[in-house]
């Protein structure tokens, strides 16, 4: 009986696996079929990037349809775009990905993905109470995570500020954060994310004084197979932000999350 346990769970493992494999594939046979790919996060963000580009793809009257990709891990998505198994992807624009990829150059969030916040342990927002300068923030010590291969590794770099990196999966991060011994003090969350995380996670708290900036902004990178609809996304997206589009859906998805933050009365950091 043992026997036939273990062979029934192969079986299901393999097929698991291939039923996976037949739905990348099939994402990569979608660019044929009008059909754009998007992988939907477990968390619920790619809701307003979802919803912008839905209605970039209707002004400009492309002829497409979004399905959404679940269950794909974070770290393949880049390899997926590169190789035509994913139509698009949102990611902080980079010289080192507009090489890779092809980049809709219209900025996505105003500026708020690089509008950092500090999600630190729950009591500990006192450690931050005198920082009002970068360099005061330097001196109190402390050590911000990241994900390997975050644009924001580059930048707390290039501003000394102290930080490690975590490779593979990030949402590890969290957790490590919260259980304050793993020599982690704070992990740094766009203005658009922290709300959402500081409910997932209560043993941690929003730090509630600074925002770090940073110039630099979420933008559509396209695979190979949909790169030829660039320019009619560019033209879609710059229409929108002249028509208070961008404002209305950031209303819509984040507006309240954003009340929470009060960014305008926030000691404001500038990163280089």
């Not at 880049?78 to 190789?83: D, E, R």
């Not at 995570?145 to 990030?170: C, I, M, P, Q, S």
Request: net charge negative; aromatic share 10%; glycine share 6%.
């Amino acid at each position: 009986m043992w026997n036939n346990f273990i062979s029934l769970a192969l079986i299901l493992l393999l097929t698991a696996t291939s039923l996976r494999a037949e739905s990348i594939e099939d994402a990569g046979a979608n660019f044929d079929r009008g059909v754009l790919t998007y992988v939907a996060e477990r968390d619920g963000p790619h809701r307003y990037y979802v919803d912008v580009l839905q209605h970039a793809v209707d002004r400009a009257n492309l002829n497409l349809r979004i399905e959404l990709l679940h269950d794909i891990p974070r770290k393949r998505t880049q390899t997926m775009l590169a190789n035509n198994q994913l139509s698009v992807k949102v990611l902080v624009r980079s010289q080192e990905r507009d090489a890779m990829f092809t980049p809709v150059r219209i900025g996505l969030t105003n500026g708020l993905i690089g509008t950092r916040i500090l999600l630190v342990p729950r009591g500990e927002s006192y450690r931050y109470a005198n920082v009002n300068s970068l360099q005061d923030l330097r001196e109190i010590d402390v050590v911000g995570a990241f994900g390997t291969g975050w644009y924001d590794v580059k930048v707390w770099t290039r501003n000394e500020l102290k930080h490690v990196t975590v490779d593979g999966d990030w949402e590890p991060i969290f957790n490590m954060l919260a259980s304050r011994q793993r020599g982690i003090d704070y992990f740094s969350r766009g203005a658009t994310e922290i709300v959402a995380n500081a409910r997932d996670y209560p043993e941690l708290e929003i730090e509630p004084r600074l925002a770090l900036v940073y110039d630099r902004d979420f933008i559509f990178y396209l695979s190979p197979a949909t790169a030829r609809y660039r320019d009619a996304l560019e033209q879609a997206l710059k229409d929108m932000q002249l028509e208070g589009d961008f404002e209305r859906l950031q209303q819509k998805h984040w507006g309240e999350n954003l009340g929470v933050l009060a960014l305008d009365r926030r000691i404001r950091l500038n990163l280089e």
